[in-house]
């Protein structure tokens, strides 16, 4: 862990402390990258809040694990519409529960309820959605042939 990384720790357990939230909310530091496929198995949803413009590995991770995601990227909701386009789903509301406007914390909390909200079975079966695309568009070898072919257009 970087000594930022450790700053950004220590902010956001005071921001714990002062909401009251010590028993609701744990910060387990740095995880080895063996251990991380159980904490998306054990977690309810996935909220990643970095606005890069493209998929981060976290988002690509949490739908892998068939949870649902809840991001501000703007790369999501695209890829929701592939998946209803592919699927034949209509992923309109979808596409609205997982994505949130940067730096709305009203947005994603309102995003957040409604997903816990839903039934048990409702959050698999979207979860397990998600998990589709990550398995036709972003497993190992079919991500390499797309990116060969690609380079290849490009040249």
């Known amino acids: 862990m970087t000594v930022q990384d450790s700053g950004y720790m220590r902010a956001i357990a005071e921001q ?4 009251g939230l010590q028993s609701r909310v744990h910060m387990d530091g740095a995880v080895p990258y063996r251990e991380i496929p159980a904490y998306y198995r054990r ?9 890069t413009g493209s998929v981060d590995k976290v988002v690509l991770e949490a739908m892998a694990a ?12 695209p890829i929701l519409a592939e998946l209803g386009a592919e699927l034949g789903a209509e992923l309109g509301p979808e596409r609205d529960a997982l994505h949130f ?11 957040v309820e409604a997903l816990l909200r839903r039934s048990q079975a409702e959050r698999d079966a979207l979860g397990a959605r998600l998990r589709a695309i990550v398995a036709r568009d ?4 079919r991500l390499m042939d797309r990116l060969v072919r690609e380079m290849g257009a490009a040249s």
């Open 138 to 141: 972003h497993e190992v070898e």
């Open 43 to 51: 977690a309810t949803l996935c909220i990643n809040s970095s606005a």
């Open 16 to 19: 714990i402390e002062l909401a």
């Open 101 to 111: 406007e940067p730096k709305n914390a009203g947005e994603l909390a309102d995003r």
């Open 66 to 77: 068939g949870r649902p995601v809840v991001s501000c990227n703007e790369a999501i909701p």
